[in-house]
């Protein structure tokens, strides 16, 4: 048993001695920071050559600020067709109809401009609504879309949120 172990050592011994010659003494393979230099390519290559396959290769400020430009343009086309819509009603009623119609606004549900970009969490979302009066319980808010399991599954872009919506109202809207 002892001889057999013992040859079985040596074995693996002469074994490694073999490899480890071969692999220090083979000079015709090139080294490994050789082959990374000749496959990695450049940020200014990368970008080329993804250009040239038709993508659009923007850095992180560029992307923000035209995430920023979209959404101001949004909201200001938002604010401007309501606008267009209160200065329409306006001219079309008679002015005891436009104080009752104000009263009655003053009591009707708040209209916001929810915006979710790209990787926002739940929490973030409903800061947002909390920000725009439409919820008042961020915890609440965020439980009951961990609940539902829908957290991860917002969709970017933007909603008008009135704040008669009821939470799954919002979900439905916004995944």
């Known amino acids: 048993m002892a001889n057999s172990l013992r040859s079985f050592s040596i074995g693996l011994i002469v074994a490694s001695v073999a490899c480890g010659a071969v692999y220090f003494t083979n000079t015709s393979n090139e080294t490994d920071a050789e082959v990374q230099a000749e496959t ?17 290769v923007r850095n992180s400020e560029e992307w923000e600020d035209e995430v920023n430009t979209v959404i101001d ?8 067709e309501f606008a267009a819509q209160e200065e329409e009603e306006s001219e079309e009623e008679p002015e005891e109809e436009q104080e009752e ?12 401009l929810l915006i979710i970009r790209n990787g926002m ?12 009066n ?16 829908l957290a991860g599954f917002l969709k ?20």
């Not at 940020?43 to 993508?55: A, F, K, R, S, V």
């Not at 343009?73 to 401007?80: C, D, H, K, M």
């Not at 439409?134 to 399991?149: C, L, M, R, Y």
Request: proline share 1%.
């Open 101 to 112: 119609e104000q009263e009655q606004e003053q009591e009707t549900e708040e209209v916001f």
């Open 156 to 175: 970017p872009g933007a909603y008008e949120i009135t704040s008669g919506m009821s939470t799954a109202e919002i979900f439905a809207l916004i995944t």
């Open 134 to 149: 439409i919820i008042d319980n961020k915890q609440e808010f965020v439980a009951q879309a961990e609940q539902q399991n």
């Open 40 to 56: 990695l390519l450049t940020d200014d290559e990368m970008i080329e050559q993804l250009e040239e396959q038709g993508y659009l």
């Open 73 to 80: 343009t949004t909201r200001l086309e938002v604010e401007a």
């Open 121 to 132: 969490t739940s929490f973030q979302v409903a800061d947002e609504l909390i920000r725009g």
